[in-house]
């Protein structure tokens, strides 16, 4: 049986990293054309009669693991974009981005809670329009991989199931149950009908090659018992009726039914193998980095370890990987799941505003190149590659067409041929000989030969440049026509209430479940009941099974805060008056459990609450009478919105009411100038939520950020070894401040900034920031690979260094340059024993003034001699970037 995969009705044309396709929804059938057979035999489109004949008869025999795109063998780079992520008006340079780095696929998720928030009722508008995102995809000539799920896990509030499922009677979550399958079904048929009415299938001419259906229910699938396996099977029956014309995949599904296609998530996938042999091996979640949570360091992954595990993963006969994410962008709104944090930037090739994050964007193009330039030794291959091992943590992983029981044999009757020799030792280089000639391979690390002769690249050797980046505030004209850093002057506040502000319900014995009396409408809950006391005196307030955190007041002055993420027993001294006292918890979650089984079961608020050290002994109060207030008062009111601001009293000028906790604040602002990414600075703000124009960009909490437990605060990184998510962090002791406002929503001028703070913050000290290119940096040495464009048998030509400032800037000037013998890294380069003496004016002379230049690494450039014949030399170079500007 063939392990290739068919997906037609499209076109291909070469040139360039991306893929071109055919005009969509022109001349497409009104219908997919079936042939029988699953996944041997999947949808044939727009082909002659003998090709249909061969390839639904069966009589086609490839075993190349590899992916069949209009019948040609394909092996493909893809990148998670999530559409709610960003904007509509980000989402073609993100695309483009995408394709210049070497992306052939846009994986999204589809998330079911915006487009039915409530039940339904549909919403495929703005960033929720999910049609016009995959034809946008379609316009750059890239294709789509759509997660339908509906679970989507992502870091998601509720994992993307809308809060209305949780109530329909009878309902239990991913498994053998009526109820939740009617409707998961419904709402996949949604979307597949959505898609197909738009002619967006590949079969209909359209850019979706693979769909997918579930998403990691194998991690979870043991907690359902005999219930999970026909939950499965339903849904894969479910999704193959469709009739989508595609693939269909479960992702970390070992038992997928014999026509879903099971892949592979993780750091690491080359050592996956489908439950099937007519299966691609596919990598649906390459972790390029990892997600942040409230009051913890961030987390990255070097691209050292992210190119090693991909070129792995070909090398031993991957057909599809797939970056998660490629660009991570925001959760805007109440959007992140549990303790997420607003910024889902994952530490990945674009950055949160979806500027390239260099070195990792450059690296892994160049990565995409030389696979690229392999493709047709992988291809032609009939069956698995010639393994061999070359020494210790050695090996080498060959295709080609030859055949013979040794590895020379196999070169030397092999037309075309490509290898990966791979280092997997983590200390130290190795020199192994191959097909003739001797290579060294830096620990944990794969060099890639397209031609089983050339090195084009290798994993651990990065000569793209580093860009340093920093959020600068922006000093530019407020509203009042005065310069200053500051957003705006005329700050307004407005206190909300403490406690109870309008309906209330009373309940005792026992608290009740925050979630469920919220119903996901507002992060808060007021829970006030009120103790009476013989005589004054300072008390612990504890409460018990917190969840997820809590402001507390006493007669209506606030006592105080857990300064920690998911501490469940929070311990409060408050001071008690003689007499009646009122005892005031504001709860609030995070965003709800994304990730694990019975999603429909979570809870929230306080379990228990006991008042510790009175005179007369402990007093539990979890069983007295407690009232409940869902919500803010400033929330009902729309204080975010313009027609709603309008609606109270607001106190301005030397009223202003500052470093309180429960205020709103509002400004009016400018957009600053330029097209750089924009940023709010609320690094003297505590914890609230924040929006521009009626549309919130987010939670935010400036918490120090501290390593999780069991680590510190060390930020040194190895890439060598397996990664984990806290091997490389940074930003001990920072805080959080930082909160992407799309541009696209500001106007010039008059825009409307409202602030809700929980714990006491200074507005006036609120900045608009971008996100500048301070520095750039590049360390390459003679005999780095020559780039992939150049593969072949030229082994003459030089490698080249390159910086790039981006559009707008340019280098000002050099910090360091020497081509010899320097080490260190940037902004830390120091020269070495050799040094060429006309480094820094040869380099000033071809980049200072300029935003781009290119550099032949080799010593003619700089000297009339070899400075240091006999010694492997290097060029290092640091240079500054600023504003371009007419002169």
């Not at 070497?102 to 809670?113: A, K, L, N, R, S």
């Not at 043991?222 to 099977?233: C, L």
């Not at 295709?399 to 791979?422: K, M, P, Q, R």
């Not at 340019?810 to 080490?823: D, E, H, R």
Request: proline share 5%.
């Amino acid at each position: 049986m063939k392990r290739d995969m068919e997906v037609t009705g499209l076109q291909d044309n070469e040139g360039h990293s991306g893929v071109d396709m055919a005009p969509f929804g022109v001349g497409a059938d009104d219908g997919p054309d079936n042939c029988s057979g699953g996944i041997d035999q999947m949808v044939m489109h727009e082909l002659n009669s003998a090709a249909r004949a061969e390839l639904c008869g069966g009589t086609a025999h490839i075993h190349s693991p590899a992916l069949l795109l209009d019948g040609k063998r394909r092996f493909l780079q893809s990148g998670s974009i999530h559409y709610p992520r960003s904007t509509p008006q980000m989402w073609p340079g993100l695309i483009d981005l995408a394709k210049k780095g070497g992306i052939d696929v846009i994986q999204t998720y589809v998330f079911w809670d915006g487009h039915e928030p409530m039940k339904g009722m549909y919403n495929f508008s703005g960033r929720y329009d999910i049609v016009k995102f995959v034809k946008v995809v379609a316009a750059a000539g890239l294709y789509v991989n759509l997660r339908i799920g509906p679970y989507v896990c992502a870091e998601w509030d509720f994992g993307g199931f809308p809060s209305w499922l949780a109530d329909v009677p009878g309902i239990e979550f991913r498994t053998d149950n009526e109820p939740f399958k009617v409707e998961m079904e419904g709402f996949t048929k949604t979307i597949v009908s959505l898609m197909k009415e738009n002619n967006l299938f590949a079969t209909q001419g359209g850019p979706i090659i693979l769909a997918q259906i579930e998403n990691e229910y194998g991690n979870i699938d043991n907690a359902y018992g005999d219930a999970a396996k026909p939950y499965i099977s339903w849904a894969a029956n479910m999704a193959l009726g469709l009739e989508t014309g595609v693939p269909w995949i479960m992702c970390q599904q070992e038992d997928a039914p014999a026509d879903i296609i099971n892949t592979c998530n993780g750091y690491y996938c080359d050592e996956f193998t489908p439950n099937a042999h007519n299966k691609p091996k596919m990598w649906t979640e390459n972790w390029a980095g990892w997600f942040r949570n409230w009051g913890r360091k961030i987390p990255h992954r070097p691209v050292e370890d992210v190119a090693y595990a991909v070129a792995r993963f070909f090398a031993k006969g991957g057909s599809f990987q797939n970056y998660y994410m490629y660009h991570g962008g925001t959760n805007f709104e109440r959007t992140a799941g549990e303790n997420i944090a607003t910024s889902y930037d994952y530490d990945a090739p674009l950055d949160e505003y979806g500027q390239p994050r260099e070195p990792k964007y450059s690296h892994l193009k160049e990565l995409h190149l030389a696979i690229r330039a392999c493709e047709p030794a992988l291809a032609i291959t009939n069956g698995d590659p010639f393994n061999s091992s070359l020494g210790v943590n050695t090996e080498a992983h060959v295709y080609g067409d030859g055949n013979g029981n040794s590895l020379e044999e196999f070169i030397s009757s092999s037309t075309v041929c490509a290898a990966f020799l791979s280092n997997s030792g983590t200390s130290a280089p190795a020199t192994v000989e191959f097909n003739g000639s001797s290579y060294e391979l830096p620990a944990w690390s794969v060099s890639i030969l397209p031609n089983c002769k050339n090195v084009v690249f290798n994993t651990a050797k990065v000569g793209t440049q580093t860009a340093v980046k920093k959020m600068t505030q922006i000093k530019g004209a407020g509203s009042d026509g005065q310069h200053s850093l500051a957003v705006g002057s005329g700050w307004e506040s407005w206190q909300e209430p403490v406690s109870k502000w309008g309906e209330t319900i009373t309940h005792s014995g026992g608290f009740l479940d925050q979630l469920n009396l919220t119903k996901a409408t507002s992060d808060y809950l007021w829970i006030t009941t009120s103790v009476k006391v013989s005589t004054a005196s300072t008390v612990t307030l504890r409460l018990n099974g917190v969840k997820d955190t809590v402001h507390i007041f006493v007669n209506g002055a606030y006592a105080g805060s857990p300064t920690d993420i998911s501490v469940p027993t929070v311990e409060q001294t408050v001071s008690l008056r003689q007499g009646q006292n009122s005892i005031a918890v504001l709860s609030m979650t995070l965003g709800r459990q994304n990730y694990g089984p019975f999603l429909e079961k979570e809870v929230a608020g306080i379990a228990e609450a006991e008042l510790v050290g009175l005179p007369t002994g402990d007093l539990n109060l979890t069983n007295q009478q407690w009232e409940y207030q869902v919500g803010l008062k400033g929330e009902q009111l729309r204080l975010y919105a313009e027609d709603g601001s309008s609606s109270v009293i607001w106190q301005t000028g030397t009223a202003l009411t500052v470093r309180q906790p429960l205020y709103w604040y509002k400004t009016m602002i400018d957009a600053p100038t330029g097209n750089g990414p924009v940023a709010l600075d609320l690094g003297s703000m505590g914890k609230g939520m924040a929006g521009i124009n009626g549309i919130s960009i987010g939670r935010y909490w400036t918490l120090k950020q501290q390593p999780s437990p069991g680590s510190d605060c060390t930020e040194t990184c190895d890439y060598r070894g397996s990664y984990f998510s806290d091997k490389c962090t940074t930003g001990c002791g920072e805080t959080a401040r930082w909160y992407h406002v799309p541009r696209d929503w500001l106007w010039p001028t008059g825009n409307l900034l409202v602030i809700f703070e929980e714990t006491g913050g200074d507005p006036t000290r609120v900045s608009l920031g971008t996100q500048l290119t301070e520095k750039v940096c590049a360390h390459i040495s003679e005999s780095h690979p020559v780039a992939p464009s150049g593969y072949g048998d030229n082994a003459d030509s030089h490698p080249l260094m390159q910086l790039d400032c981006s559009p707008g800037y340019v280098i000002s000037q050099l910090n360091f340059a020497s081509y010899g013998t320097p080490s260190g890294k940037c902004g830390s380069f120091r020269k070495g024993s050799c040094h060429g003496l006309g480094s820094t004016e040869f380099i000033a002379k071809e980049c200072v003034g300029k935003q781009y230049c290119t550099v032949s690494v080799t010593w003619e450039k700089f000297e009339a001699a070899d400075p240091c014949p006999g010694l492997a030399k290097s060029l290092a170079v640091e240079a500054a970037c600023a504003v371009y500007t007419l002169s």
